[in-house]
């Protein structure tokens, strides 16, 4: 094999390797996790060994982080996976928006199906922006600071409407 054939199949692999660890999120999940499934189930898929807090008082909910994808962190719901927090640019939702994109760019791509409401926290200054599937079981929420997206979740409609993660 010739050093050009190495190093374009090098490349190949390289370029596969990446769209691989690439994940979206969506509005019922990211990669291979899925709205809804148990906490088991969301293990195996994501090949990880989370567990229920030791305290059972925090078992109604709480989140787990992965160490393979350190800019997601998933909500678990009474032993269900509800919703995807993103809190850090580097993870996009299936139409493109990020933390860090602008407000005005996420208004733009999703158009009408945003819902803007002012912030609980930041008043004038900082919007949620939400949108909900067509099946309205699943939604998407932007949090901005008028100007910046600084975070955002994605899942069941009901959790993404907390305001202070599990409440």
């Known amino acids: 094999m010739t050093f050009v054939a190495r190093f374009s199949l090098s490349l190949c692999l390289v370029g596969s390797s990446v769209a691989v660890d690439t ?3 969506r509005e019922d999940g990211v990669g291979p996790a899925k709205i809804g ?5 969301l293990n195996t898929v994501l090949g990880e060994k989370f567990s229920m807090p030791a305290d059972k008082e925090d078992r109604g909910c709480f989140y787990v982080s992965s160490s393979k994808h350190p800019r997601i962190s998933f909500m678990i719901e009474d032993g269900r996976f509800v919703r995807i927090d993103v809190e850090s640019a580097g ?17 733009k791509v999703y158009g009408p ?15 949620y922006l939400t949108a909900r599937s067509k099946d309205g079981r ?25 305001i202070e993660g599990c409440q």
């Open 138 to 162: 699943f939604g998407v929420r932007f949090e901005t600071d008028q100007e910046k997206i600084t975070m955002f979740y994605a899942g069941r409609y009901d959790a993404i409407q907390y």
């Open 37 to 41: 499934m148990s906490l088991s189930q």
């Open 113 to 127: 199906r945003l819902k803007i409401e002012a912030h609980a926290y930041t008043g004038p200054e900082g919007h």
């Open 23 to 25: 994940w979206v999120v």
């Open 91 to 107: 993870v996009a939702t299936s139409e493109g928006i990020q933390v860090g994109d602008s407000e005005s760019r996420a208004l």
